[in-house]
């Protein structure tokens, strides 16, 4: 009598071991690349909010405490900060996050309504929004961009904000 004997092997063998570590590492590579791109858009959104926010604020203090309240920006943060007599005194800083700046990407070459865009970022004089008790704000454009994008504040003489987007060849309200 002869018995057919089948024989099973346990475990995996090593070609099957690398196949699935090559297939885990080009799914890991291709969800960083799409969080990275990700990643800069919700920080710049995050950084406009949060430019948003901060107008209001300082619109509020400035009426509520009845003296001249602003916003100074630099190209990686801004500064809250208000008026005494003669002295300006910091109220609070607001670092950007990594990789967002204030200012527009090489590729985008004229601001909001056809305009030159200042290399500062900003259309403010000194770089400074001021929000005064009585007589409203300073207008002005503020320019955020990310390496994947760039938007815009555009703030009206009541201190009421735009937001537009680059689209590509324009600038598009939000």
Request: net charge positive; no cysteine.
């Amino acid at each position: 009598e002869y018995k057919m004997r089948k024989e099973f092997k346990k475990g995996l063998t090593l070609l099957e071991v690398m196949v699935v570590i090559g297939i885990i590492g080009i799914i890991t590579t291709a969800s960083f690349i799409t969080l990275s791109k990700t990643g800069h858009k919700y920080k710049l959104r995050s950084s406009t909010i949060d430019l948003g926010q901060t107008i209001n604020y300082v619109r509020q203090y400035s009426l509520e405490k009845n003296r001249n309240y602003g916003i100074r920006f630099y190209s990686d943060s801004m500064t809250v900060f208000y008026t005494s007599g003669t002295d300006t005194i910091l109220d609070s800083g607001i670092k950007l996050p990594a990789h967002i700046k204030i200012g527009v990407n090489s590729e985008i070459t004229q601001g909001i309504g056809g305009t030159s865009i200042p290399t500062t970022g900003t259309t403010f004089a000194n770089n400074t929004f001021l929000s005064h008790p009585h007589s409203g704000v300073t207008p002005g454009i503020v320019y955020f961009s990310s390496p994947v994008e760039s938007r815009a504040y555009k703030i009206n003489k009541l201190g009421y904000a735009n937001l537009y987007q680059w689209g590509g060849g324009t600038w598009n309200e939000q």
